[in-house]
């Protein structure tokens, strides 16, 4: 599916269309406070008016951080954050992945956890009295989970697209 097509299935939302635009979640938006160039009625905006050419290729949407906010303070209910959520699996879709994003999916699928469990990690938890994290993880299911949902041809290709070695 192209990137417009998949933008047009997430714009089909009629739910969408009850915004009018008071802006309110971006007030509430703790990234747009620190970043202003981020500004989910603006992105919003740009669903509802067809207007998204190149809406997943300047990683924007990888901004959301997911707190909900915005879906409690709307006044029309209109869940922006779960939107957010499509507008990353769709930029992933196209390969318009930021490398930390690719390198902690990359690690999760390895390893089954996204960051590396290092002996810094566990003397600074030892430090802090957190129990050591000792959990065995079956990372052939996670595989199984990655072959079947597709995942390892799309992090081959968004690997692709960043000018990155297959694995
Ligand atoms: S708070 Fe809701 S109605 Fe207001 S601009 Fe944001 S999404 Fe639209
Ligand atoms: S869910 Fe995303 S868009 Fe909504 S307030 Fe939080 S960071 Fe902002």
């Known amino acids: ?13 009629k739910n969408l269309l009850k915004c009018y635009q008071c802006g309110t979640c971006v007030g509430g938006c703790p990234v747009s406070r ?6 989910p009625r603006k992105i919003l905006e740009s669903l509802i008016t067809g207007e998204y050419s190149d809406l997943l290729s300047d990683k924007l949407v990888w901004l959301c951080a997911y707190c909900h906010s915005c879906l ?3 006044p029309q209910r209109i869940g922006l954050s779960h939107v957010f959520v499509e507008l990353k699996n769709a930029s992933f879709k196209t390969g318009n992945v930021p490398q930390g994003i690719l390198e902690e999916v990359m690690q999760l699928v390895k390893s089954g956890r996204t960051a590396p469990l290092t002996p810094a990690v566990e003397r600074r938890r030892s430090e802090l009295n957190l ?4 959990i ?6 996670i595989q199984r ?5 597709h ?6 290709a968004a690997r692709r697209k960043r000018g990155g070695k297959d694995t």
């Open 136 to 141: 065995s993880i079956d990372v052939g299911e």
């Open 72 to 74: 409690e303070r709307c």
């Open 34 to 39: 620190t970043l202003p160039q981020y500004n």
């Open 151 to 156: 995942l390892d041809s799309l992090l081959k």
């Open 145 to 149: 989970i990655v072959e079947g949902t």
């Open 1 to 13: 599916m192209s990137e417009r097509e998949l933008l047009k299935r997430i714009a089909s939302d």
């Open 131 to 134: 129990p050591p994290l000792n």
